[in-house]
């Protein structure tokens, strides 16, 4: 048995710099966590700090969402060197996303056991991404670091780090129900280009497992809604669709709070059912509030 809870290694690999290194981490604590090798997921009388910002390198430029060069329709090798580099990007802080929600909420909001489990799968999951397609980008000549990126994904977890029904909200149940609605034309662009084997990897690995990751977000947040009515709820006895309207309306009005501007279709409708949520979830944060 290790000696070591699950919120003391997420934290040890939310202090790994260099993004290899951070998802092999993650990766080995996952492996004990399931086996059962780490036993505890925390120690009920002790609070760890969770730093503001997780260790990163600094070989990755950083430009401001708004200053990205356009990456362009994978018709060229540059343009699907930019795509890829800017989905390794994006799966290196969904490493960090995943242990961060474990670190900083689950013990603070009194988590059950199943939703570390759930979260120490999908941190196992983007960080075997990150490591794929990192390798796939060198495969095609490039490298990560190459071009430049946005850490909006961080921005948004960090506007929402005291809020675990807005971090669910806006990380899994916006910006990954995003990616599902994206992924598919990425796919196609990819395999009209002649690169086959990065439509393989997105199609075949990333985009179902990320369907599982938007799933976990809308299942804790229907869990949160439903404890705060009945603390003694466990998650496998929410009965949500008894109150799943009252749970649209909470999830529209954290949306409208921490997300700016409304959600942009067109929406892939099959992918985010598969999730677990309808467009009752969604279509009505396509359009702007009117302030009427």
């Not at 999908?122 to 990192?134: I, S």
């Not at 959600?263 to 009505?284: D, S, T």
Request: charged share 25%; net charge negative; hydrophobic share 40%.
């Amino acid at each position: 048995m290790d000696s070591e809870t699950l919120i003391e290694s997420a934290i040890r690999v939310l202090n790994t710099a260099d993004p290899y290194e951070k998802a092999l981490l993650g990766d080995s604590i996952a492996v004990k966590w399931l086996q059962g090798a780490i036993s505890e997921p925390y120690d009920p009388t002790v609070d760890l700090p969770v730093m503001d910002r997780p260790a990163r390198l600094t070989n990755v430029k950083l430009v401001s969402p708004s200053l990205m060069p356009k990456l362009g329709k994978a018709g060229s090798l540059q343009s699907r060197q930019a795509i890829v580099h800017s989905l390794v990007h994006i799966e290196s802080w969904a490493v960090d996303l995943s242990w961060d929600i474990i670190a900083r909420f689950g013990k603070q909001e009194k988590m059950p056991r199943e939703f570390f489990t759930d979260f120490v799968r999908v941190a196992q999951d983007e960080g075997r991404h990150f490591t794929l397609l990192a390798a796939r980008l060198e495969e095609i000549g490039s490298r990560y670091g190459a071009f430049p990126a946005h850490d909006g994904l961080w921005d948004s977890a960090t506007a929402t780090s005291h809020d675990l029904l807005a971090r669910l909200a806006i990380e899994h149940c916006v910006h990954e129900a995003r990616g599902l609605d994206v992924l598919p034309t990425t796919i196609s662009r990819f395999r009209n280009g002649g690169d086959n084997e990065t439509a393989d990897l997105l199609e075949r690995v990333v985009y179902p497992e990320e369907i599982t990751h938007c799933a976990a977000g809308v299942k804790w947040f229907k869990h949160l809604c439903a404890r705060s009515k009945n603390p003694e709820v466990t998650v496998n006895s929410v009965e949500a669709d008894d109150i799943l309207e009252e749970i649209i309306q909470k999830f529209h009005s954290v949306v409208r709070e921490h997300f700016r501007g409304p959600l942009k279709p067109p929406f892939n409708a099959e992918a985010r059912k598969a999730a677990g949520f309808g467009p009752q979830w969604y279509e009505p944060l396509a359009v702007k509030e009117s302030n009427a």
